[in-house]
T-cell receptor, first 111, second 117 residues
Framework: SQQGEEDPQALSIQEGENATMNCSYK?????LQWYRQNSGRGLVHLIL?????REKHSGRLRVTLDTSKKSSSLLITASRAADTASYFC???????????FGKGNQVVVIP | DAGVIQSPRHEVTEMGQEVTLRCKPI?????LFWYRQTMMRGLELLIY????????DSGMPEDRFSAKMPNASFSTLKIQPSEPRDSAVYFC???????????????FGPGTRLTVL
């Protein structure tokens, strides 16, 4: 079963706006990762946040982690058309040395 | 590095035929994962290897699926016989273990889109 569950499932925004998506999980984790998948491509790792971290930045990406609520959020600032993709969260809690992916969150950035 | 390489990129076959998907992981990575992605079920882990040894194959749907990793640079996923419900995109991913017990980032191949008629 999938560990992460993203919310909202689909998001459509104008270029330049910020996009925020959330992910919830059920059990304790060591780390949580976010991946992007462009149409017809494989997943690409974006950012990893460890359980003892609360916030992390990478370029226009900002990830937060609230272990008490078992949730994470991904913020993409100043979105671009090229950010149009599906975004997945993944946690390592399901079993050792494997990731459990959520069902993904489709983001469409309108130029 | 060329990244994770998968072949073929597209495969169309008829029900009952044998299908073999191939993967070359990133050199130096000691973990290899096979995933299946469908609209209905999302991304599912089928099996993963560590140092060429299968560690967890609990995601393999049934005996028609088998996977091998004869060496550190090559793995196959075989479906025999194939069925229409096997139609999906199959991804191979690899990673290296950072050594402190948790899972490091995975690098995905471009996937093989399988259509079983």
């Amino acid at each position: 079963s999938q560990q992460g569950e993203e919310d909202p499932q689909a998001l459509s925004i104008q270029e330049g706006e910020n996009a925020t998506m959330n992910c919830s999980y059920k059990t304790s984790i060591n780390n949580l990762q976010w991946y992007r998948q462009n149409s017809g491509r494989g997943l690409v790792h974006l950012i990893l946040i460890r359980s003892n971290e609360r916030e992390k930045h990478s370029g226009r990406l900002r990830v937060t982690l609230d272990t008490s609520k078992k949730s994470s959020s991904l913020l993409i600032t100043a979105s671009r058309a090229a950010d149009t993709a599906s975004y997945f969260c993944a946690t390592d809690a399901a079993r050792p040395n494997r990731l459990a992916f959520g069902k993904g969150n489709q983001v469409v950035v309108i130029p | 590095d060329a990244g994770v390489i998968q072949s073929p990129r597209h495969e169309v076959t008829e029900m009952g035929q044998e299908v073999t998907l191939r993967c070359k992981p990133i050199s130096g990575h000691d973990y290899l994962f096979w995933y299946r992605q469908t609209m209905m079920r999302g991304l599912e882990l089928l099996i993963y290897f560590n140092n060429n040894v299968p560690i967890d194959d609990s995601g393999m749907p049934e005996d028609r699926f088998s996977a091998k990793m004869p060496n550190a640079s090559f793995s196959t996923l075989k479906i025999q016989p194939s069925e229409p419900r096997d139609s999906a995109v199959y991804f191979c991913a690899s990673s290296s273990n950072p050594g402190w017990g948790d899972m490091y980032e995975q690098f995905f191949g471009p996937g093989t889109r399988l259509t079983v008629l």
